[in-house]
């Protein structure tokens, strides 16, 4: 199993920037993708962002070209970059991490409130 936990939510202006960071601690050596998702009040889960183990990466429709998913060279933290805010990204931000199996862990998730 692994244990992730995200940081780097807030309250921020349309049209600023956030960094969001997943850290992970455990059986980390057999992960194979990550990925980012969120929800908004009264929503469903929905996908933002994904990365594979190989460094290929994938966007929803609605953040490609705003925001960028990356991992640190020893493949722990990962990062979700947020650029150009807007108040429809306003959600719970949550990463996952899958590993061999399949198995599928869970953040707690870090609130991202875009308001002026």
């Known amino acids: 199993q692994v244990h992730l936990v995200e940081s780097g939510g807030g309250l921020v202006q349309p049209g600023g920037s956030l960094r969001l960071s997943c850290i992970p601690s455990?059986?980390?050596?057999?992960?194979?993708?990550m990925a980012w998702y969120r929800q908004a009040p009264g929503e469903q889960r929905e996908f933002v962002a994904g990365l594979t183990i190989g460094g290929s990466t994938d966007y929803a429709d609605s953040v490609k070209g705003r925001f960028t998913i990356s991992r640190d060279n020893l493949m722990a933290t990962v990062y979700l970059q947020m650029n150009s805010l807007k108040p429809e990204d306003t959600a719970v931000y949550y990463c996952?991490?899958?590993?061999?199996?399949?198995?599928?862990?869970w953040g707690q998730g870090t609130q991202v409130t875009v308001s002026s």
């Open positions: 996952k991490f899958t590993s061999y199996g399949p198995i599928e862990d």
């Open positions: 455990g059986r980390i050596g057999s992960v194979y993708h």
